[in-house]
Antibody, heavy 120, light 108 residues
Framework: QLQLQESGPGLVKPSETLSLTCTVS??????????WGWIRQPPGKGLEWIGS???????YYNPSLKSRVTMSVDTSNNHLSLKLSPVTAADTAVYYC????????????WGKGTTVTVSS | EIVLTQSPGTLSLSPGERATLSCRAS???????LAWYQQKPGQAPRLLIY???SRATGIPDRFSGSGSGTDFTLTISRLEPEDFAVYYC?????????FGQGTRVEIK
């Protein structure tokens, strides 16, 4: 059974870099059938797509975040990574990673999420 | 960029009642790329419906999706206690994924 687990610092200072990792278990991140994405949810608010990446290198970012986001895939360790820089308090959120199918382009498997607070 | 507008913002219903949730796109979209998710407090979203009308694995048949063009609907035929949650629609197009703002279904 495929599982996704987000990890990273729970507290990041303003103007610094938020770095998160999503570990995929029970399946290969190098499957051609899926994209792997990041989605976030500020406290009390809705879902915001951050970006998605295929193991082949195709990468798509939310235009509103594009200038600050970098995603990468480590196929040898089955990891997906997210870097967001520089951060502000508005980046405080629960960050989820999710698997996205390449036909229907929906998010069919989600991690449990990790909370990141931006504060000095 | 397509904007998804969900209505109503909050739906107050009793268990056993029918829930009808709307998702309207700012321009015509492909139903193939329209999905619905359920999110309960403190949990990650869960895929309910993909391709506008296909239920995801393990989703009860009281959940159904319909629609085309700019108007899509999620229907819960008879609300069970565990169905009170927030529901989001989501669309993919032009290499962008977009979510609606959500509809909260609360116990009346």
């Amino acid at each position: 059974q495929l599982q996704l687990q987000e990890s990273g610092p729970g507290l990041v200072k303003p103007s610094e870099t938020l770095s998160l990792t999503c570990t995929v278990s029970g399946g290969a991140i190098s499957s051609s059938s899926y994209y792997w994405g990041w989605i976030r949810q500020p406290p009390g608010k809705g879902l915001e797509w951050i970006g998605s990446m295929h193991y082949s290198g195709s990468t798509y970012y939310n235009p509103s975040l594009k200038s600050r986001v970098t995603m990468s895939v480590d196929t040898s360790n089955n990891h997906l990574s997210l870097k967001l820089s520089p951060v502000t308090a508005a980046d405080t959120a629960v960050y989820y990673c999710a698997r996205q199918t390449t036909f229907y382009y929906c998010m069919d498997v989600w991690g449990k999420g990790t909370t990141v607070t931006v504060s000095s | 960029e397509i904007v998804l507008t969900q209505s109503p913002g909050t739906l107050s219903l009793s268990p056993g009642e029918r829930a009808t949730l709307s998702c309207r796109a700012s321009q015509s979209v492909s139903s193939t790329y329209l999905a619905w998710y359920q999110q309960k407090p403190g949990q990650a979203p869960r895929l309910l419906i993909y391709g506008a009308s296909s239920r995801a694995t393990g989703i009860p048949d009281r959940f159904s999706g319909s629609g085309s063009g700019t108007d899509f609907t999620l229907t819960i035929s008879r609300l069970e206690p565990e169905d009170f949650a927030v529901y989001y629609c989501q669309h993919y197009g032009s290499s962008l994924w977009t979510f609606g703002q959500g509809t909260r279904v609360e116990i009346k």
